[in-house]
Nanobody
Framework: QVQLVESGGGLVQPGGSLRLSCAAS????????LAWHRQSPENQREFVAV?????????KYAGSVKGRFTISRDNAKNMVYLQMNSLKPEDTAVYYC?????????WGQGTQVTVAS
């Protein structure tokens, strides 16, 4: 059974940084596509970033976070990360880790990120 556990959320001031982590178990991690999504009370869940499963580690970002957020993975540790810099109040949301393998999607429980002064 695939399990994803996010961590690293919290309260940060505008302009600050946070690093989210997602630990995966029960999957062929290195062959999985990994992504981060987020959801705020006002909005539907939205895509944030994705990283491919091959050695090229292709990445793609939502326009709203491009240049500020960086997704990365460590296949040896079954971990995926989201480095978030220059945070804005509109980045406030619950952030979810997503693993996709053989067409099936697996979600973590989410971690809250609040950007406020």
């Amino acid at each position: 059974q695939v399990q994803l556990v996010e961590s690293g959320g919290g309260l940060v001031q505008p302009g600050g940084s946070l690093r989210l982590s997602c630990a995966a178990s029960g999957s062929d991690f290195s062959r999985s596509v990994l992504a981060w999504h987020r959801q705020s009370p006002e909005n539907q869940r939205e895509f944030v970033a994705v990283i491919s499963s091959d050695s090229a580690n292709y990445t793609k970002y939502a326009g709203s976070v491009k240049g500020r957020f960086t997704i990365s993975r460590d296949n040896a540790k079954n971990m995926v990360y989201l480095q978030m810099n220059s945070l804005k109040p509109e980045d406030t949301a619950v952030y979810y880790c997503l693993l996709v393998y053989r067409g099936r999607e697996y979600w973590g429980q989410g971690t809250q990120v609040t950007v406020a002064s």
